[in-house]
């Protein structure tokens, strides 16, 4: 399967810093890229969809001020999470829409954990 | 709202034969099912996705009946690493994944 990259895997930060988490496609080019977020022993929440070359359309209840996604090319997309706080800790995976034609499939990257203290 | 209920947890032996059946009685013409394995502190694995009949790959098949109300996970001869949670989705093109809780397998020795 394709596979997807994150950087940092983890993160520890102070409060009011904001922390940059990149995203790429090794091997396949994604226009559209998911963010979510998952706490533990729950299920993964949809943050926003980044389309590369336009504005990500955020979830219900996320803000966009402090999490800035960028698509800038078609293997990487960038979540900050900007002055963080530590109810912003919690484990985020990215994932890229890989097919085309009348299926499509996301493969997820490994996931980044930020701890925000 | 996921489209799809799945058992919470299921225990299984290794060396077993696991099924595990996920209902979607509103799933749409043009949805497809796809199941993902996740570890701790892992992103997502794709396992395998189907729109009807029967498909198999190396590591499981799926079946999906003619009226697409279920479908079912079969993992072969599963082993402790097969622990994990798994999800099931149906979805369309182009269309956001929406997660339900998943189903947490123990594969106990």
């Known amino acids: 399967g394709a596979v997807v990259s994150q950087h940092p895997s983890r993160v520890i930060c102070k409060s009011g810093t904001s922390v940059k988490i990149e995203c790429r496609s090794l091997?396949?080019?994604?226009?559209?890229m998911f963010w979510y977020r998952q706490f533990p022993k729950k299920s993964l929440m949809l943050m926003a969809t980044?389309?590369?070359?336009?504005?990500?359309?955020?979830e219900q209840g996320v803000e966009k001020d402090k999490f800035l996604i960028n698509h800038a090319s078609l293997t990487l997309s960038t979540l900050t999470v900007t002055s963080a706080h530590p109810e912003d800790s919690s484990f985020y995976i990215c994932?890229?829409?890989?097919?085309?034609?009348?299926?499509?499939?996301?493969?997820f990257g490994p996931g980044t954990r930020l701890t925000v203290l | 709202l996921a489209k799809t209920t799945q058992p919470i947890s299921m225990d299984s032996y290794e060396g077993q034969e696991v099924n595990i059946t996920c209902s979607h009685n509103?799933?749409?013409?043009?949805?497809?099912i796809t199941w993902y394995q996740q570890f701790p502190s892992q992103g997502p694995r794709f396992i395998i996705q189907?729109?009807?009949t029967k498909v198999t790959n190396e590591v499981a098949s799926l079946f999906i009946p003619a009226d697409r109300k279920s479908s079912t996970l079969s993992l072969p001869r599963v082993s402790l690493s097969d622990t994990a949670v798994y999800y099931c989705?149906?979805?369309?093109?182009?269309?956001?994944?929406?997660f339900g809780p998943g189903t947490r397998l123990s594969v106990l020795p």
């Open positions: 980044s389309n590369e070359g336009s504005k990500a359309t955020y």
């Open positions: 989705l149906a979805h369309n093109y182009g269309q956001n994944f929406v």
């Open positions: 189907g729109y009807k």
């Open positions: 091997d396949f080019q994604a226009t559209t």
């Open positions: 509103n799933i749409a013409t043009n949805d497809y």
């Open positions: 994932s890229g829409l890989a097919g085309g034609g009348s299926t499509d499939t996301q493969y």
